[in-house]
C-alpha cells in the first residue's frame, strides 16, 4: 500500500477538506471481503482518483459531485420485496445519504451534490420490471426526494438522455453508443476467476457472479415452475446482458458527469475507479429495492420480505399501502 501525499505547490487546506470529505464516504465504504488494508484512506491506489476530483472542486470553492448509478425500481420477485413502488427501505437510503451531504456543508459550504443515475430503463426488460412500474418507481423517488427536502440530491435516467423515443429505442441508441462486445465481457469473466488475473477482470467476474446470484433470487419464488437448474442457465445468459448494459450506461454517465466521484453500490477494491458505498450506513450487501426495511430495536435493517416475515414481523402501513416491518413491540 503507498501513502498519498500532495505536490507543496497544492494548498493544504484544499487537499484537507478534499481527504474529509472522501472520509466522509469512506466509511460507509463496500469493499470485496479479500479487500484487505486497502480500505485505509491514505492508500495511494484507493484514493487518488477520487481525491484528486475532489480537490479540483473545493480548490474552486464548487460543490463537489458524486454519480451514483442506483435506484433502478423494485425486484419483480414479491417475496423480497412489498410492491412496485418505494417505501420505508429507500426513504431510509435517501435520508442516509442526505445526512451525508448535511454534515459535509457544516465545514464546506458549497458541499456536495449526489446525482441519482436511476438504470431500471437500462436493463428493465431483462430483468423483468414493467416499464409502466420502472416510470412509476423513478417518479416516487423524485416525489420522495423533494418531500424531506433534500436539494443537494438530483435524479437523472435514460429518459433524461433519449426522452423523445420508445423505450426499446433508447436502450438500442444505449448500446450503439456505449456498448462493447459480448465476447469481451465473457473473456474478462473467464480471466477474473484465474489466481494471475488483472484487476479489471476480477471486478468482472465479481459482478458477473453478483448479478448472476440477483437474478436467480428474482426467479425463485413460489409460483414459477422452472427448474433451479434452467433458472440459473437463464440467469447466467442474461447477466452478461445486464452488465454489458450497466456498462455502457457508466460509460454515458461518465460523459454526462465527467467532473462527478463515481459511486456504486457493488464491491470495489483497491485502484478501482468507482467507490462502493453501503445505502443505509449498516447493511452489508442488500438494497432497498431487493428488500425491505425492518424495525428492530437496534434501529433498520434490510432483509428479503421472507424473512422478515419468517421473523414474525409485522407489517406496517403508511399512506394506505404497505411501508416496511416491524420486530418492535409497541
Not at 27 to 38: A, K, L
Not at 145 to 161: A, M, P
Request: net charge neutral.
Amino acid at each position: 500500500m503507498r501513502t498519498f501525499t500532495y505536490a507543496p505547490f497544492i494548498d493544504k487546506t484544499s487537499a484537507e477538506t478534499a481527504k474529509r470529505i472522501l472520509a466522509e464516504f469512506n466509511h460507509y465504504r463496500r469493499t470485496p471481503n479479500d479487500s484487505g488494508s486497502c480500505t485505509a484512506l491514505n492508500c495511494e491506489s484507493c484514493s487518488s482518483l477520487h481525491l484528486t476530483k475532489i480537490f479540483m472542486a473545493v480548490a474552486k470553492q464548487e460543490p463537489v459531485t458524486f454519480a451514483l448509478p442506483a435506484f433502478p425500481g423494485k425486484s419483480p420477485n414479491t417475496e423480497k420485496v412489498l410492491g412496485v413502488l418505494p417505501d420505508q427501505a429507500e426513504r431510509l437510503s435517501l435520508e442516509f445519504l442526505g445526512q451525508l451531504c448535511k454534515r459535509v456543508r457544516k465545514y464546506y459550504a458549497p458541499g456536495i451534490k449526489i446525482i441519482l443515475c436511476s438504470d431500471g430503463r437500462v436493463f428493465s426488460d431483462v430483468v423483468g420490471m414493467m416499464e409502466k412500474d420502472v416510470t412509476a418507481y423513478q417518479l416516487e423517488i423524485e416525489r420522495i426526494t423533494k418531500e424531506l427536502d433534500l436539494s443537494d440530491i438530483s435524479t437523472f435516467s435514460l429518459d433524461d438522455v433519449f426522452g423523445a423515443s420508445s423505450f426499446n429505442e433508447m436502450r438500442d441508441l444505449l448500446m450503439e453508443s456505449f456498448g462493447k462486445s459480448l465476447d469481451d465481457l465473457k473473456t474478462k469473466v473467464r480471466r477474473g476467476a484465474m489466481p494471475s488475473a488483472g484487476h479489471e477482470d476480477i471486478e468482472a467476474n465479481r459482478m458477473y457472479c453478483g448479478i448472476t446470484r440477483f437474478l436467480v433470487e428474482d426467479s425463485t419464488h413460489s409460483g414459477q415452475v422452472k427448474s433451479r437448474t434452467a433458472i440459473q442457465k437463464e440467469s447466467r445468459a442474461k447477466a452478461y446482458e445486464v452488465i454489458r448494459r450497466s456498462n455502457a450506461w457508466s460509460e454515458l454517465v461518465a460523459n454526462e458527469f465527467p467532473a462527478a466521484v463515481r459511486l456504486s453500490i457493488h464491491p470495489h477494491g483497491c485502484g478501482s475507479k468507482k467507490l462502493g458505498i453501503r445505502l443505509i450506513g449498516n447493511e452489508t450487501w442488500m438494497t432497498p429495492w431487493h428488500g425491505v426495511a425492518v424495525k428492530t430495536p437496534n434501529g433498520y435493517v434490510l432483509l428479503k420480505r421472507a424473512e422478515a416475515e419468517s421473523l414474525g414481523a409485522e407489517l406496517i402501513y403508511a399512506d394506505g399501502r404497505p411501508s416496511h416491518f416491524s420486530l418492535v413491540s409497541v
